[in-house]
């Protein structure tokens, strides 16, 4: 089973920094890695799949890059609703299984 | 618009077998690779994926809860059912239904989320 680990646990920034947040994966995973972002008391809203392409109506100032086994998420200059924990997920063919990494807690500083 | 809703007990006890229905709107379950997904969250934790069906009623489960999970769908209702055996403490959690965009890899919309607390 691919198992992902997400780098840091905790983030703390201010408003207008630039982030980035790793996910490296136990084994090649090609692009197939995807992002959310999870508000406190909120379901989690996909950010980007493919490892770098953006859904629909995210702003443009997230991104992310990589493929193999190391990923990033880059948020160019944090704005205040962008505080929220961060989760990268594979899904893994042989088990079938959507696996998701431990989740980054960005926080104002 | 696609919508997503759970709906189910609140707190359950120990040994209980837990139900949950997911009803959805917006998008239909008898064509393509479109599915159904659940996910939970214990309290302060990460995600875990349960199971997910498709369209087809090919089911997958996550394989360490493979023999208490089951998940089953009734497309006349545009609902997906997941029930949980033998519930634990351990198993508390905000537990979500969430819709995997047809022919990827990925879940797009999710529901609300329902807290299920297990305790005697």
């Known amino acids: 089973d691919v198992q992902l680990t997400q780098s840091p646990p905790f983030l703390s920034a201010s408003v207008g920094d630039r982030v980035t947040i790793t996910c490296r994966a136990s084994q090649g995973i090609a692009r197939y890695l995807v992002w959310y972002q999870q508000k406190p008391g909120k379901a989690p809203k996909l950010l980007i799949y493919g490892a770098s392409t953006l859904e629909s109506g995210v702003p443009s100032r997230f991104s992310g890059s990589g493929s193999g086994t190391e990923f990033t998420l880059t948020i160019s200059s944090l704005q205040p609703e962008d505080f929220a924990t961060y989760y990268c997920?594979?899904?893994?063919?042989?088990?079938?299984?959507?696996?998701f990494g431990q989740g980054t807690k960005l926080e104002i500083k | 618009q696609i919508t997503l809703k759970e709906s189910g007990p609140t707190l359950v006890k120990p040994t209980q077998t837990l139900t949950l229905t997911c009803t959805f709107s917006?998008?239909?379950?008898?064509?393509?690779?479109?599915?159904v997904g659940w996910i939970r969250q214990p309290p302060g934790k990460a995600l875990e994926w349960l199971a997910l069906i498709y369209w087809s009623d090919d089911k997958h489960y996550n394989p360490s809860l493979k023999n208490r999970v089951t998940i089953a769908k009734d497309t006349s209702k545009n609902q997906v059912v997941l029930t949980l055996t033998n519930m634990d403490p351990v198993d508390t959690a905000t537990y979500y239904c969430a819709h995997r965009r047809e022919k990827t890899y990925f879940f797009d919309l999710w529901g609300q989320g329902t807290l299920v607390t297990v305790s005697s």
């Open positions: 917006g998008f239909s379950f008898t064509t393509g690779e479109v599915g």
């Open positions: 997920q594979y899904l893994n063919n042989d088990p079938y299984m959507y696996t």
